[in-house]
Nanobody, 119 residues
Framework: QVQLAESGGGLVQPGGSLRLSCAAS????????MGWYRQAPGKQRELVAA???????NYADSVKGRFTISRDNAKNTVYLQMNSLKPEDTAVYYC?????????????WGQGTQVTVSS
């Protein structure tokens, strides 16, 4: 059994910052790519940022220069530092990880954490 536990969401004013964390736990053999997605009301879920096991990253154009994804492989944790937040960043943010167990590799999702950017 593998679980992803997210934390760090909340309410912030425009221009503010938040840091999201997502820790994987359970019967993990290895973790491949990890990432953050978001889904705003009435919109499809979209990729925000992703990071490979080797540290290569990619970002949605809308967050480049404002968000930074990182990971701590020793802690099986991925982070998303969000700066200069805008109202359009308001969404539920989901952690995603491609995790190998001793049986096979699966795509896991966290439960989601709400980020609201509003004055």
């Amino acid at each position: 059994q593998v679980q992803l536990a997210e934390s760090g969401g909340g309410l912030v004013q425009p221009g503010g910052s938040l840091r999201l964390s997502c820790a994987a736990s359970g019967s993990i053999f290895s973790i491949n790519a990890m990432g953050w997605y978001r889904q705003a009301p009435g919109k499809q879920r979209e990729l925000v940022a992703a990071i490979t096991s080797g540290g290569s990253t990619n970002y949605a154009d809308s967050v480049k220069g404002r968000f930074t994804i990182s990971r701590d492989n020793a802690k099986n944790t991925v982070y998303l530092q969000m700066n200069s937040l805008k109202p359009e960043d308001t969404a539920v943010y989901y952690c995603n990880a491609d995790i190998s167990t001793v049986v096979a590799a699966y795509d896991y999702w966290g439960q989601g954490t709400q980020v609201t950017v509003s004055s």
